[in-house]
Nanobody, 125 residues
Framework: QVQLVESGGGLVQAGGSLRLSCAASGRTFSIYSMGWFRQAPGKEREFVAA?????????GNGDSVKGRFTISRDSAKNTVYLQMNSLKPEDTAVYYC?????????????????WGQGTQVTVSS
């Protein structure tokens, strides 16, 4: 099994920045991809960004976060980061870390095998 623990969420004013971290433990050798999803109240959980073991990444599904959010990974620490800049009130959501064993990076929730508990990000206007 793999355990994922997110940190770094909080309250920030619009235009500010936050960096989320997700530390993996357990059977980390099996992980190929790690990613971030978010879920706002009353909305579906949506893809934010993902990165593979080799460093390939995809960010955003559409233009909502491209150019503002950056995903990175420290494989030695089994940790993935999400740097979020120029935050907007519409970025307010619970952010979830996900990890998958499949040899791919995906925008689809069902391609990920493990999930963290989530960390709240609130952006005030």
């Amino acid at each position: 099994q793999v355990q994922l623990v997110e940190s770094g969420g909080g309250l920030v004013q619009a235009g500010g920045s936050l960096r989320l971290s997700c530390a993996a433990s357990g059977r980390t050798f099996s992980i190929y991809s790690m990613g971030w999803f978010r879920q706002a109240p009353g909305k579906e959980r949506e893809f934010v960004a993902a990165i593979s073991k080799s460093g390939g990444s995809i960010t955003g599904n559409g233009d909502s976060v491209k150019g503002r959010f950056t995903i990175s990974r420290d494989s030695a620490k089994n940790t993935v980061y999400l740097q979020m800049n120029s935050l907007k009130p519409e970025d307010t959501a619970v952010y979830y870390c996900a990890a998958g064993d499949k040899q791919l990076i995906s925008l689809r929730r069902n391609e990920y095998d493990y999930w963290g508990q989530g960390t709240q990000v609130t952006v005030s206007s």
